[in-house]
């Protein structure tokens, strides 16, 4: 049966080029995924530049979001194969989902989310090694890292998810469906560091330390709710940067603690953090 899909005409964030992609047409009629974001590799829209776009229900396109990292994919059928065997590592898990993929499987596996991925043909050994790489950069002391299900079925309308509060691959069309709406310039980071390392094993470490320093705020965080019945964001942010001895936190920084607070601790505690500029409006 002839797949229909849609057409939708994006430009490119960086260069303004702009083209034509197909979308199969049933991600539109299954709304219980969230949002929809479509991972634009280099080649679709302009030669040079890969980004994410955002897009509603509809089909209307609500945004989009730069991609600075370059990797090659592999283009041969061959070539691809290869990386189902051996041990797993970054660059050959960013090959298969790319970047944004693998900022989305990291994000999921941090911060405590089900995550599902549309792909066929993968072996049991494999799925293993992919659920157990993440594990090993995402471990921490506040959540059990759930395990990433693979799913064969393409049609949209026939996939049942045991939890909706997912992240949702389609890793034949670059497709994402998120529960979340925020940006993942965290997981960016880390990878992109990472990247700057050629060693394999290097790479884990240094994910691993960037994951541990981000806990350490989140403990220090803890301890801090723990004693108070709120605190305002700034204030917060004062205290971290003199008693953890950095330079600066943004507001963006402390969200995601707070975030990561409230979906893996305690909603009570993320919810001591008070800001004011909203606090103000809310009493007008």
């Known amino acids: 049966m002839e797949i229909t899909k849609r057409k939708i005409d994006l430009t490119c964030p960086v260069c303004q080029a702009k083209s034509t992609i197909e979308i199969p047409e049933k991600i539109f009629a299954q709304k219980q995924f969230g949002s929809i974001k479509i991972q634009v590799p280099p080649g679709a829209v302009c030669p040079d530049h890969q980004f994410i776009v955002f897009l509603d229900t509809k089909g209307l396109v609500r945004g989009y979001e730069k991609i600075d990292i370059l990797m090659g994919a592999p283009t041969e059928k061959g070539e691809r194969e290869k990386i189902f065997k051996g041990k797993l590592n ?35 050994e494999f799925k293993n090694q992919i659920n157990n790489f993440l594990n090993r950069i995402t471990q921490n002391q506040y959540n059990t890292a759930k395990n990433i ?35 993942l310039s965290f997981e960016e980071l880390l990878v992109k560091k990472a990247l700057e390392i050629f ?3 290097e790479q884990i470490v240094l994910i691993q330390q960037d994951i541990n320093n981000f806990l350490k705020e989140v403990n220090y965080t803890v301890k801090i709710l723990e004693d108070v019945k709120e605190i305002y ?9 003199h008693d953890l001895k950095i330079s600066k936190i943004g507001k963006t920084r402390l969200n995601l603690i707070r975030n990561f607070i409230m979906r893996n601790i305690s909603e009570d505690l993320g919810n001591k953090i008070q800001n ?9």
Request: proline content about 2%; glycine content about 4%; overall charge negative.
């Open 149 to 183: 299900e693979f799913i064969a079925e393409t049609d949209y309308n026939q996939i049942t998810l045991k939890n909706t509060n997912a992240l949702l691959i389609d890793a034949h069309n670059n497709i994402m469906q998120t529960p979340w709406e925020e940006k």
């Open 276 to 284: 004011k500029v909203q606090e103000f409006l809310s009493s007008l």
């Open 90 to 124: 970054l660059n050959q898990l960013i090959n298969i989902f790319g970047l944004y993929g693998v900022f989305s499987l990291v994000h999921s596996k941090f911060f405590g989310y089900h995550a599902y991925i549309i792909r066929e043909n993968i072996s049991e």
């Open 233 to 241: 964001d700034t204030d917060l942010i004062d205290s971290m940067q």
């Open 199 to 201: 060693n394999p094993e």
